[in-house]
């Protein structure tokens, strides 16, 4: 925004001295105001959450230790026999993907 608003008052001053007019004092006080404004606003705070590298490790290889196990149970599964905790290792798999993935985004 302040960008913007910058490059609004520059285009507007710019375009009047173009022309040979006189810039009205009106315009300039704005502009001031508008310059002075920027200064007094503190730059917004994007502070990302501390990600902690332990978890994420201990995540990242429980999910590969899930993932392995799943080709095996789906070959069982295609033989007729269904692992009793193949859908729960799947829905683990699926949080902690969504868990990695929140993590490194922030």
């Known amino acids: ?15 009047a001295l173009a022309q040979g007019r ?16 920027e200064k007094d606003v503190p730059p917004p705070l994007n502070q990302r959450a501390s990600v902690d590298p332990a978890k994420l490790r201990h995540d990242a290889d429980e999910l590969a230790s899930l993932a392995q196990s799943v080709p095996s149970a789906i070959d ?8 009793k905790d193949l859908s729960e290792r799947l829905k683990r798999i699926e949080k902690l993907a969504k868990q990695l993935r929140s993590q490194i985004s922030q």
């Open 76 to 83: 069982q599964t295609t033989k007729g026999v269904l692992q």
């Open 22 to 37: 006189p810039i009205p004092p009106g315009v300039l006080q704005g502009n001031r105001a508008v310059l002075q404004g």
């Open 1 to 15: 925004m302040k960008a913007s608003a910058l490059s609004l008052v520059l285009l507007l001053s710019s375009a």
